[in-house]
């Protein structure tokens, strides 16, 4: 089982990429391809709400939950299901990503699909609620199966 996300730009940025997601076992390999983004560290996480037509992508809503925890460290038990590590750039704006979530799938209670995928402006500090104080939503994917 797969699916993918198409990242649109929002909040006025050039950022564009795909995101993918394979379910292996129990945990969820993500990839990503990202371009358009200033160099350096970026908040990266699943939201709970699959759809980016807002702007600034506040539809998107707040992180993906299903637990109702606080947001933490992607390899900590207290964390959002969508918390991921953060995507780095590198002095082009590009970044080449790959993950493993633990917790959650991509269909049933703790599935991804059907949510969206967001890129932040600035990096995840992984402890600061509800968001880690990754600023604003650069860009934004709703997650299909494929």
Not at 55 to 74: L, Q
């Amino acid at each position: 089982p797969s699916a993918s996300a198409q990242l649109m730009a929002k909040s006025g940025s050039m950022v564009s990429g795909t995101v993918s997601f394979v379910e292996v076992g129990n945990t969820l390999r993500i990839e990503a391809k990202v371009a358009g983004l200033t160099p350096g560290e970026h908040g990266f996480h699943v939201h709970e709400i699959g759809d980016c037509s807002a702007p600034d992508a506040a539809s998107a809503k707040g992180h993906f939950n299903p637990a109702g925890k606080a947001h933490g460290h992607h390899d900590s038990d207290e964390r959002h299901g969508g918390d991921m590590p953060n995507l780095i750039a590198n002095a082009q704006g590009e970044a080449s990503y790959k993950a493993e979530l633990k917790g959650v799938s991509l269909s049933g209670p703790m599935g991804v699909l059907g949510r969206s995928v967001v890129v932040h402006a600035d990096p995840d500090d992984y402890k600061s609620q509800p968001a880690g104080n990754s600023g604003k939503r650069i860009a934004c994917g709703v997650i299909a199966a494929r």
